[in-house]
C-alpha cells in the first residue's frame, strides 16, 4: 500500500501545497508544531532519506532551502528549523518549522490547529514568498 505522502503526490488525498517540482513536493504539515511547519518529500516513494542517492538527496535539500527561505520571509521567526526523524511515516521526508528558541522543534509539544481558512492563507503566504 501507498504511504500517505505518495496518495498525496497522486492527488488522491489533498494538501495545502506551498511549492512543487517535477521531482518534489513541499506542503503543510497539518498537525503543525508552528504556524508554518512544511514537509518536503521527494515524489517518488522512497523510506529512508538518506536512501536516497547523493545526486538526489542534494537537490532535495536545495529544494527545501528555497521553501525554507520562503517561510522565513513570511513567518516571524528567528530560524526555520529542519528536523528529519523518518519514523512517522515511510516516505523520505524533512520537516521545515519556524523557530525562536531551542524547544521549538520538540516533538512532544501539543499540535497547533488552524481552520481550513488560516490554513489556505498560510500555503498562498508561502507560496507567494516562494
Known sequence: MASI?????SGEIPCYKVA??????AFLDINPLA?????????REVDYLFDLPDGEIAELM???????????????????????IGLEVPHAHIHLVPINGIYDIDFKQPKLKFSPEEFLEITESIRAGF
Open 62 to 84: 536545495v529544494f527545501a532551502k528555497k521553501v525554507a527561505l520562503a517561510i522565513g520571509t513570511v513567518v516571524p521567526c528567528k530560524k526555520v528549523g529542519v528536523a528529519v
Open 5 to 9: 505522502f505518495s496518495r498525496i503526490v
Open 20 to 25: 512543487e517540482t517535477e521531482k518534489f513536493l
Open 35 to 43: 504556524k508554518g511547519h512544511t514537509l518536503v518529500i521527494p515524489k
